[in-house]
């Protein structure tokens, strides 16, 4: 038999290699190395524990088919956005609690995604010191309100990440902040840029449909890094297939700037959306890193693939396959 003490120091060194293995994902980011993430949607609150455990093991075994760094989980809200919403709202498990349970299954880092202006501040804080500490999760996104003219009880996302980088690192001393990033609003690349010196280390987009609008603000982020001599955050590029015409339809009302001529192409004829869907995903893809590499714009860039619905599970990892090909083939 192995003595108590020699047993305690292997269960201890096989504890600090799990953690360090999860914590690969804060380390890529920061060396500029090329990382991928998938954005996987909470399940439904209705679950039994049975098909919870079921779905999340399904999920796991799954991940190591494909190189992905991380699991990246959204914070899923009831939205009161302008127009019809063309899917029911259903009601989601909270994304530490997905964690939770996809650390029994797997040891790929995780990032939580947490809508940080709809609490107070003390309360957000609590949580945070929760999450950080009984759920061993380290990676966070925090992500603003659905209107800057709605007057919300919490921080902004810059306040927030200002108040943990410049106060709270002693009770966060592996945090790892992330934020959103929406291309196709107006000075987008001063927000990036006020955000990061505020302590954001990387930022996800929102979902790309379109290469013009991330273009023009990749440019205007990476000469403004120059300017101020500073180094520019990770920014992941995100994308989701859409399998039906609603999923266009509720892509846009997400606010997911789609072109005309884009939409026509999605949902023309009586099928064929899914197809289209990962061919000009891929198209957008190409011409972001081209040009990238063809203006040397030198801002480091992550691919983030995710699922909007419940039946896009399945072809978001044929898109996460053919994405990440082109993604990693290029210099």
């Known amino acids: 038999m192995r003595p108590a003490k020699a047993g305690k120091k292997y269960t201890s060194l096989i504890r600090e290699v799990f953690y360090m293995k999860k914590r690969s994902f804060s380390k890529k980011v920061k060396n500029g190395e090329k990382v991928i993430l ?12 049975k098909d919870i455990q079921t779905s999340i093991s399904l999920f796991a075994k799954v991940l190591p088919n494909y190189h992905i760094d991380a699991v990246n989980i959204p914070e899923v809200r009831e939205e009161t956005r302008s127009g019809k919403r063309t899917a029911p709202s259903i009601i989601k498990f909270e994304p530490r609690v997905v964690c939770k349970h996809l650390q029994k299954y797997s040891n790929l880092d995780v990032i939580v995604n947490r809508p940080i202006v709809y609490l107070s501040w003390e309360k957000q804080k609590i949580w945070l010191l929760d999450t950080y500490h009984a759920y061993n999760i380290h990676n966070f996104v925090f992500v603003g309100g659905e209107s800057s003219s709605i007057s919300y009880p919490g921080l902004t996302v810059t306040d ?16 790892f902040l992330g934020g959103i990033s929406i291309p196709t609003r107006k000075n987008e690349a001063k927000r990036v840029a006020k955000k990061a010196e505020a302590g954001i280390d990387f930022f996800t987009t929102q979902v790309l449909y379109e290469a013009k609008a991330f273009k023009k603000f990749l440019k205007e982020y990476w000469q403004l890094t120059q300017k101020n001599n500073t180094t520019p955050k990770m920014i992941f590029l995100s994308f989701a297939p859409a399998v039906i015409p609603s999923d266009v339809a509720l892509l846009q009302w997400l606010g997911v700037e789609i072109p005309k001529k884009t939409v026509a192409k999605l949902t023309a004829g009586w099928l064929g959306t899914g197809f289209r869907s990962l061919d000009i995903c891929q198209k957008v893809l190409t011409d972001i890193l081209q040009f990238a590499k063809r203006e040397k714009i030198n801002v480091p860039l992550g691919l983030n693939v995710e699922h909007i619905s419940r039946h896009n599970f399945e072809l978001s990892f044929l898109l996460l396959k053919k994405l990440s090909d082109i993604y990693r083939a290029y210099d």
């Open 38 to 49: 998938y954005e996987f949607l909470p399940p439904p609150t209705t679950l039994s524990q």
């Open 160 to 175: 927030a990440a200002k108040t943990v980088s410049n106060g709270l690192r002693d009770k966060f001393p592996q945090i």
